[in-house]
């Protein structure tokens, strides 16, 4: 039984229209359009039969059970939202091909023992509120209202009121991980980095996914005129956070493991004018590794450097842990079928670890998770450049259809 991947091809030309492309994809969970591209999800959902939820934070999910079978579900999907300027590849690849293997069910009138859920979770790239996978966070139990109360977006608008704007109530727990009680979840993602190009395959069995702790540091100074203020009479506080800058390159060679990295990806400087010394710098600090002692030691030597630097001038600060996940060995029974569905196909694959995170990371502990991995053109990711070729997905939504189909009987 073979997928259709005309069909992907048609839903990412559908689902690109409704998207910004002129310096890259800017769908924001709970953007126009983020509720566009879920219209046109919702839609074809709706006229599979298959039965739809949505959760307090709005992650969707929707069952194909024909047998109507009370067995914990497999959960297959991703996420439809992107990084500013992002790609067109990241989370929805999965999302349109786990759309296409239950297509290609209904298609085929396969009847599964045990059901599938389809999954599009919200808000996995962080993009609104600095903590990456918010919606499977949410859904497991590990972030609740409080939290979202907390965390703020670029305009200082709580999640929790930019969520209940969306016409979703985070109070309401009645689809949750407990309730549904899943067995297992396989997520199929673009590699996001250049090995499998490297090596030239198409496919990579995900054997653990990283970990990473997402701070966001303010640096609090003395706004003053860049002409008239000699430099000893000088309270600038973009001098320790460029010094941290530079330390926080160092952190993963010291302190981590060979995967380790560490990234300041987003800076603002107040009030970011060219003649006036900020009053205040705030950055984030991305930290990442497989082992968690390299991302607790990580962690610990960033706040201790933070504290020295801002010493010396008496600069006050603040260090907030915006996000956090652990790093997770994927399960080694998926692992194993997809392998021997490789073999049996004499298609030839790589496994290796993923250096993103992934909403499926946020579920390993409780369950067994597999990921499929698919070539990044030059290992490009997080950018308007991002390409993965249709023959290797074609090839990745076989590779899911058939693990779905032999694990769900
Ligand atoms: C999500 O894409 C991440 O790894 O930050
Ligand atoms: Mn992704
Ligand atoms: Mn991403």
């Not at 907390?150 to 009121?161: F, I, Q």
């Not at 640096?219 to 530079?246: C, V």
């Not at 497989?290 to 610990?300: D, F, H, Q, R, Y």
């Not at 600060?317 to 073999?343: C, F, H, N, T, W």
Request: with cysteine.
């Amino acid at each position: 039984m073979k997928i259709k991947i005309e069909r992907i091809e048609e839903n990412f030309a559908r689902v690109l229209e409704h998207s910004s492309l002129e310096n890259g994809i800017q769908r924001f969970s709970y953007s126009v359009e983020d509720l566009a591209v879920r219209a046109i999800l919702l839609e074809q959902l709706e006229e599979l039969g298959l039965e739809i939820r949505l959760d307090g934070v709005g992650n969707l999910f929707a069952s194909y059970n024909p047998l109507e079978s009370n067995k914990r579900p497999i959960l297959i999907g991703s996420h439809i939202d992107t990084v500013p300027d992002g790609g067109k590849f990241d989370g929805l690849t999965g999302v349109l091909c786990s759309l296409e293997v239950i297509q290609t069910m209904i298609d085929e009138q396969i009847q599964p023992q045990i059901p599938i859920v389809f999954v599009v979770f919200a808000e996995e790239e962080g993009s609104n509120f600095g903590t990456t996978m918010l919606g499977s966070k949410y859904w497991k139990g590990q972030l609740n209202e409080e939290d979202l109360n907390v965390l703020k977006n670029k305009d200082g608008r709580t999640a929790l009121s930019v969520i209940q704007e969306a016409g979703f109530d985070p109070s309401n727990r009645e689809c949750s991980f407990t309730s549904m009680n899943p067995a297992a979840m396989i997520e199929l993602h673009v590699e996001q980095g250049g090995i499998l190009e490297e090596k030239n395959l198409d496919i990579g069995v995900v054997t653990k996914i990283i970990g990473m702790n997402s701070y966001e540091i303010t640096i609090h100074g003395t706004s003053n005129h860049a002409g008239s203020t000699p430099m000893h009479l000088r309270k600038d506080p973009l001098l320790p956070a460029a010094e941290l800058i530079l330390y926080v390159e160092s952190l993963p060679n010291t302190y981590g493991s060979d995967l380790a990295v560490a990234t300041v990806g987003k800076i603002l400087a107040k009030p970011n004018g060219s003649n006036v010394i900020s009053s205040e710098v705030s950055f984030t600090v991305d930290i990442r590794d497989t082992s968690k002692l390299g991302i607790e030691s990580m962690s610990l030597a960033l706040q201790r450097k933070v504290g020295e630097l801002c010493k010396p001038k008496a600069f006050d600060y603040q260090i907030e842990l915006v996000g956090k996940s652990d790093p997770v060995a994927l399960s080694s029974s998926i692992i194993q079928v997809m392998e021997s569905r490789l073999k049996l196909e004499n298609i030839p694959y790589h496994k290796m670890p993923s250096g993103a995170v992934h909403d499926c990371a946020i579920l390993a502990d409780a369950i067994d998770v597999g990921m499929i991995f698919l070539p990044s053109k030059g290992g490009i990711s997080h950018s308007p450049d991002e390409y993965t070729s249709m023959e290797a997905i074609e090839q990745g939504a076989q590779l899911l259809f058939d693990c779905v189909k032999e694990l769900a009987g």
